[in-house]
């Protein structure tokens, strides 16, 4: 390994040789798996030592960025108020401090009564390099809190309980949970999973206030590694909801939330391919599903008749065009989720009079979800909603008059006018000639000659969305003349379930074909110029950049990947590693050859050629548990022995996981990081 910090490390070799269905592969850096071996930890501080070096030329604009971030952010905040009678729970921040702080008032019409610190996750990340918070709920009495806590990005969770009655930390459960929680309604019974060795969510486990963790019981175990296990609770409070699901199929259980004893009842067994979700009003549920609907369908179901499902009605019918995407159900309300041609829309039901209206939105282009929703018996509906241009708004929307009313929108300190900036929807021809959606946003002054640079972000894995969403930082690219634009590959979800599938399993080379098309149509189209675009991705992202960077590397100038996952055939032969199994649904399990030849023909790490790269800048998180340390290690190394150019940076965060920082001003350093590598690296230093 090198000594010299401005000479790139030089990892040594050491071949393995891998048999599979009669080919033969060596590995010459298979030994950076693993993390007993004191030269691992040794390579990967020399990388870090040698970026650091490397970055440093980039310390001024990166300050410069930093502040540029923090100008934006209204640091002492505070959210809008959620009612769960008889409070107002709300979270707040302080200027200087990382994490929220979590309060309630009292009051009926407004928050009335004096303020309430319940939780202050500073105080929890006092003296810890990484924290970070998973659920947080209270009880049905209002008097316990329960929580979550990953203190090295492993998203291992330890579960903690407090009495907000008399401040005291009360019990303290295993710190190998999922962070997922729910309270049963006498307020001293809650339900929480287990991780078993791969640290897969596998056994739901009923624990009682006042009793030592040894004797919790057991509710539920799933053994099918292809599954995981997750808790929540039906907002009429009725029942406790224990969900197994793999990435194409679900089952869900029911227990009753007054039975502090309930067994789980099964709502429907298993059906390989059909998911669904389930919610309770009265004497009915509400199912939405994929069965004999691609694109899913919204049943009423009435619960004497569950077992016979020629009876179950249907509410909202299935549309080839139009994916559903998710419900709020209400004591007189159904509120629906869909998406048609790439954009979210909102859609309310009388339940009384099943008549529909929609939510009226003035923006062709952007993103809104269903925001926070706890009561049954509300007649509002709280929405998040942004655009690439709108900075996030939060609404109410009456139900009863069907009117839409804005109680705030994220305040950008430093100024921000958005008749500065345009965003539109660009359409790109895939190889197969598919027309594949591009989001993209910029300043009005930047000019379309073709000599602005480019920033493509790309996703497209698990039907995910990548939404078309405001970003203060995104401002600091604009303000240069950047152009920053969305590729909605095949794989996301964008244009429905059809459009996921055509980029997985034996298709996902459509994926990559994709991404270059719409870096191709941003050049034809003269919003850049080719060797202008830097690329950005992220996880399964980083697969999409890597293969792209293999297949077309003169179309980029630079690329940032984090925790990317390029080592896709390896991990997938490997079931001992956490998410393997369940994630065969999504890449194909390469013990079988059809499989396993569609991954080596696009893999990453399989694909590094002797051709000049792309600069890249690679970070990897240490504690990272779904795309493990050594993946992005191995194509560092490879990279630097196979290619005959680029500059090649990789960064492993030792205190981080797959997320990264944890603090939300180490969010921001690490972001001005990043983002001045693709600065420096297209030629801009101010």
Known sequence: MSSN??????????????ESHGEARVDEFAWLRNRDDPRVIAHLEAENRYTDAIMARTSGLRERLYTEFVGRIREDDESVPVYIAPYWYYTRTRAGAEHPVFCRRRGTAAPQGAEEVILDANELAVGRD??????????PSHRYLAYSEDLDGSERYALRIRDLDSGQRLDAVSPQTSGALAWANDSRTLIYVLLDAAQRPWRVMRHRLGEQQDADSEVLREEDAAYFASV??????????????????????????????????????RQHGIEYAVEHRGDEYFVLTNRAAVNFQLLRVPASRLADEASWQTLVAHCDRVKLEDFELFERHLALLSREDGVARVWVCDLTTTCWTTVPFDEPLYAVDFADNPTFKADRLRLAYSSLVTPPRVYDYDMVAARLHLLKEREIPSGYDPVDYCSERLWADSADDTKVPISLVRHRDTPLDGSAPCLLYGYGSYGICVEPEFSSNRISLLNRGFVYAIAHVRGGGELGEHWKNAGKLLSK??????????????????????????????????????AAVNGRPDLFRAAVVEMPFVDVLNTME???????????DEWGNPAQRRYYAAMRDYAPYENIRSQHYPDMLVIAGWNDSRVQFWEPAKWVARLRDRATGGLFLLNTELEAGH??????YQTLQELAYTLSFVLSRLGISE
Do not use: M, W
Not at 578 to 583: C, Y
């Open 232 to 269: 929540g609770k039906t907002k009429d409070q009725r029942y406790l909801l224990i969900n197994l699901a793999s990435n194409i199929t679900s089952e869900v259980h029911l227990l009753d939330a007054d039975d502090s004893d309930a067994r789980p009842v099964c709502f429907r067994e």
């Open 130 to 139: 990484y924290f970070a918070l998973g659920s947080v709920e209270i009880s």
């Open 659 to 664: 997320d990264g920082p944890s603090g939300r």
């Open 5 to 18: 910090e401005t000479e790139p490390p030089k990892a040594p070799k050491q071949a393995r040789t891998i």
């Open 509 to 546: 080379r459509n994926s990559v074909a994709d991404f270059i098309a719409c870096a191709q149509a941003l050049i034809a189209a003269r919003y850049t110029r080719q060797a202008r675009i830097a690329v950005l991705g992220e996880s399964a992202g980083g697969l999409l950049v890597g």
């Open 574 to 584: 490997d079931p001992s590693l956490p998410l393997t199994v369940i994630e065969y």
